[in-house]
């Protein structure tokens, strides 16, 4: 399903964080949040699966507002994985996986094949399988992000939320976990640091600064050597990549 969010604030302790943004994600499509720290990205995200209420303005999956979903179909439909997401220590990998299937399950219903095969692929996705069996508390940083990102598929989600998924990860798996994710058949929004990875895998881009959106759009139209001196202070030239054809940012100093 489409994502949409319509002229949305959030504030706390007096302080406007969202600032009446709007965005759209066709359904299936990409869409890289992109912005300084503390523009808001988190904060928009907690707000897409309602963790947070809006203040103001309308977020719908589909036709859907979801101020009006029950949080059971909201879980059922939408995955998060939190910029800091945490696990108690003494699971193994595949308790965590199993945690996906939560809002599928009922209190009672037993473990189905379906969830098994659906724990299974999330493992094969992050390339996992061989863990199952390992405990937390022993996984590096990057394969802690890789279980996180496991456990949302695992949930064979219709929305995607991502926040800052390639942190901790190698270069391999950042390419991996981009890759994955904008090949998958779900709308997703990911807010990302590296620009160059924002216009090699997201379909648009969004990019925020103080709590509202100053630039939106195909990463070719959107990613600028001004935008890039406006917003996050740096100069850079951007061209066009002869591999992939998207842009490319080269920063100078
Ligand atoms: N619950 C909160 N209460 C007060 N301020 C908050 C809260 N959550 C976030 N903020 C502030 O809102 C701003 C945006 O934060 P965040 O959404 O985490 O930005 P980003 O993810 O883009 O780095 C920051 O200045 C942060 O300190
Ligand atoms: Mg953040």
Known sequence: MSISVHDVCWSSGGLMIVDGISIDVSRGKTLGLLGPNGSGKSSLLRLI???RNVKSGVIS??????????RLDIARRVAFVEQQATTEAQVTVLDV????????RGPLSPWTAADDAAVNAALHHVGMPERAGQLWHTLSGGERQRVHIARALAQTPSELLLDEP????????QLEILALVSRLP????????????AAMFCDTLAILQ????VAAGA????????????????HAHVERSAYHGRCHVQYRL
């Not at 507002?65 to 029950?70: G, N, T």
């Not at 779900?186 to 990875?197: E, F, G, P, Q, S």
């Not at 990463?219 to 202070?233: H, K, Q």
């Open 186 to 197: 779900v709308t997703c929004i990911v807010a990302l640091h590296d620009l160059n990875l």
């Open 219 to 234: 990463p070719e139209d959107v990613l600028t050597g001004e935008l890039m001196s406006r917003v996050f202070g740096v």
């Open 61 to 70: 999956l589909g036709n859907t507002d979801i101020a009006a979903m029950p």
């Open 97 to 104: 996986v199993r945690l996906g299937r939560t809002p599928h």
């Open 210 to 213: 103080r709590g509202k959106v």
């Open 166 to 173: 390639t942190n901790h990860l190698d270069i391999q798996h």
């Open 49 to 51: 699966c309602r963790l």
